[in-house]
């Protein structure tokens, strides 16, 4: 025993008692495993989801709310209120301190996924993660009105390829019964993964979302509309009357909020303006009330943990009074006791702690390229870091505040007991 | 070497509140190398008085020196390091610690006090060496010293019992009835066990026991209910 006595101690007299120690251990394993997964999700669901946009510096539409305007826009969730004319998309363009736009326009999917009317810029002007630029995989962006380009998760999931050719079905819903199949795509771009929504969407030019609409009444295709040959699309000139959104890009960062102001004023039509970041956060704060519900049922999870390791202690007090009295006998002090029991308690917290962190990052490495795919969580850390250490050290400490309780009432006992074995 | 008393108690008053007295001796002397055996049936206040010894107990009145320091001036601190300096105590039966060898058993005095670890290492001979010496000098095979006590018979465990208490040499070892598990020819093997290992290292030994048969081992023998001038229902 060439380590300090109580620390020896504490470990052999454990280790006589490994089983029940061993369940202890698992409790607190399986309550920091879960705490710090949640955690750990939690950063990288908000990283995610921070990192959806950026570069963009307006994302403007009809007016609605900056929340409802951003999940349409950006996310692909929900219904636009209304759209916003083509002369606004081209007067906003036109502005000395609009550096760029980019039109969105919405309203096809194809087999769930959302369909984007756009322009070639925009793959070249959305960033993500900070200044990321998105990148083709495979391919190139639309150049014929009839060519698409997929994000990542769609080509995956659906199996399709370059050149694969897809027809797009009209409206946002998951099941529609009107479909543009008389106006096949061909799949001339695949993009890389992103994390973001762009990874389940479904790009198209502008021109093509006007070319499949040419003869529709009321939103409803009618007979001459199915008899337009693709041929015959290519020669019309497809400007569409209104588009959904648009990004802007301002000329200078700090013209933003004067454009922002402007653009929510505009006196030909009623439009939102947000600044993406601003919006992001608003969004956050509304979803992340199930992330803080979360966090709370795991930091119980940890309480009942830290309660058991109280509970395995003072369970086994009566049974030790023996080994209480034996070693008051050889000398030890009321200290030694109580350092004895609090280490117990601490050891197992310790060891608990550190098994369920080494659990939580064998199952994020296991489980990161299901995360990425699945959720487009790709951020969650591979690696223990600061924050692990100090929940190790956290529970170690409340573990050893804990063990106080059955240190004293062991101390208490082994002085009434005296150095009597015969208990 | 020292020729004051190992053991002086003066006038002692014990209880574990204030209506009530347990123990009230009015003096009890032990002189150096000097081997008591102190006789009480159950319940008259045994376990008791070695608590107060010990130092685990303190009393309301009267005065306990170890070696000449009074432990009841001592705070529980002291107190405790006196025990560990100066007493080996042998109980009954189950002295060991389950989780630790037989030699982790023998060392651990020397683990609560440095003044017996300094002895039990005298010329050089490190304190392992030494508890291996007292296993061999007590008929255990020293081969078994770094397996645990759990598969020793109750005799042995007895025996590195008596080696735990005698490591590092202290002034008084206390036994507790530590025969009283054993048949009498181990019973008589081990009284003279312990008397001939306790000479060696000039310890005075209190012998606690309620088997009359036993005193005619010992210098003197002291009955506790005479002692003692509480009586016990």
Redesign the interface.
């Known amino acids: 025993m060439k380590t300090p006595i109580i620390i020896a101690l504490a470990a052999r007299s454990l280790w006589a008692r490994r089983y029940t120690a061993l369940l202890t251990i698992l409790s607190i394993a399986t309550a920091v495993l879960l705490f710090l997964a949640v955690e750990n999700l939690r950063q990288g669901a908000r990283a995610s989801f921070e990192r959806t946009i950026s570069g963009t510096d307006l994302i403007v539409g009809a007016r609605s709310s900056p929340v409802n305007l951003v999940l349409y826009s950006v996310f692909q969730i929900g219904d636009p209120t209304n759209n916003i004319t083509f002369e606004t998309y081209e007067d906003i363009s036109a502005r000395p301190d609009v550096a760029w736009t980019v039109p969105i326009s919405l309203g096809d999917t194809h087999r769930g996924y959302r369909v984007v009317g756009t322009t070639p810029e925009y793959f070249d002007r959305y960033k993500y993660a900070g200044d990321r630029d998105i990148t083709f995989e495979n391919g190139r962006s639309f150049d014929d009105l009839f060519d698409t380009v997929l994000g990542s998760q769609v080509a995956r999931e659906l199996g399709y390829d370059m050149d694969t050719t897809l027809t797009l079905s009209h409206g946002l819903g998951g099941t529609s019964f009107v479909n543009h199949d008389k106006k096949p795509f061909s799949v001339v771009g695949i993009l890389e993964s992103t994390g973001t929504p762009v990874d389940r969407s479904v790009y198209i030019s502008i021109a093509a979302v006007e070319a499949i609409h040419v003869g529709w009444k009321d939103g409803t295709p009618t007979p001459a509309s199915r008899a337009v040959s693709q041929d015959r699309l290519r020669a019309l000139d497809l400007q569409p009357e209104s588009i959904t959104a648009l990004l802007v890009g301002a000329k200078s960062r700090i013209q933003t909020l004067r454009l922002q102001r402007d653009f929510n004023t505009y006196a030909q039509e009623p439009l939102q303006a947000v600044i993406p970041g601003v919006a992001l956060s608003q969004l956050w704060g509304t979803v992340s009330i199930v992330e803080r519900a979360l966090a709370i049922v795991s930091g119980f999870v940890v309480a009942v943990g830290l309660i058991g390791v109280l509970t395995s202690i003072l369970t086994t007090l009566n049974e030790r009074r023996r080994e209480m009295a034996i070693l008051r006998s050889v000398g030890a002090r009321g200290r030694t006791i109580v350092g004895l029991l609090v280490s117990e308690a601490a050891l197992i917290a310790f060891t608990g702690a550190v098994l369920g962190v080494v659990l939580l990052y064998a199952l994020l490495w296991a489980l990161s390229p299901y995360l990425e795919s699945r959720f487009s969580i790709s951020t969650v850390s591979k690696l223990p870091g600061i924050t692990d250490a100090y929940v190790v050290l956290a529970l170690t400490f409340i573990a050893a505040m804990l063990g106080v309780i059955p240190a004293l009432i062991a101390l208490k006992r082994s002085v009434s007991d005296g150095l009597s074995t015969r208990i | 070497m020292s020729t004051k008393p190992v053991l002086e108690l003066y006038d002692v008053k014990f209880g574990?509140d204030l209506s009530e007295t347990l123990i009230h001796i009015d003096e009890l002397r032990i002189a150096r190398g000097e081997s008591v055996f102190l006789r009480g049936p159950s319940g008259s206040g045994k376990?008791?008085l070695?608590?107060l010894i010990?130092g685990?107990?303190h009393p309301r009145e009267g005065h306990i020196s170890i070696c000449g320091t009074d432990i009841t001036t001592l705070s529980?601190?002291k107190r405790?390091?006196m025990?560990?300096?100066h007493l080996g105590?042998i109980?009954?039966?189950?002295?060991?610690?389950?989780?630790?060898s037989i030699i982790?058993n023998v060392t651990?005095?020397c683990?609560?006090?440095s003044t017996r670890a300094d002895r039990a290492n005298k010329k050089n001979v490190s304190v392992a060496d030494t508890a291996r010496d007292l296993i061999k000098d007590l008929g255990l095979d020293e081969t078994f010293a770094d397996r645990k006590v759990g598969n020793l018979s109750i005799g042995q465990q007895q025996r590195v019992a008596v080696a735990?208490a005698l490591i590092g040499g202290p002034d008084l070892i206390?036994a507790?009835e530590p025969t009283s598990a054993l048949d009498s020819d181990n019973r008589d093997r081990f009284i003279e066990l312990l008397d001939t290992q306790r000479k060696r290292f000039d310890c005075s030994l209190l012998f606690v026991s309620h088997d009359l048969s036993l005193a005619k081992h010992f210098d003197r023998s002291v009955d506790l209910t005479t002692l003692n001038k509480v009586k016990m229902p």
Do not use: C, H, K, W
């Open positions: 574990y376990s008791t070695l608590g010990g685990v107990l529980s601190g405790d390091e025990r560990a300096d105590i109980f009954q039966q189950l002295n060991l610690l389950p989780y630790l982790q651990l005095p683990r609560f006090s735990r206390i507790d």
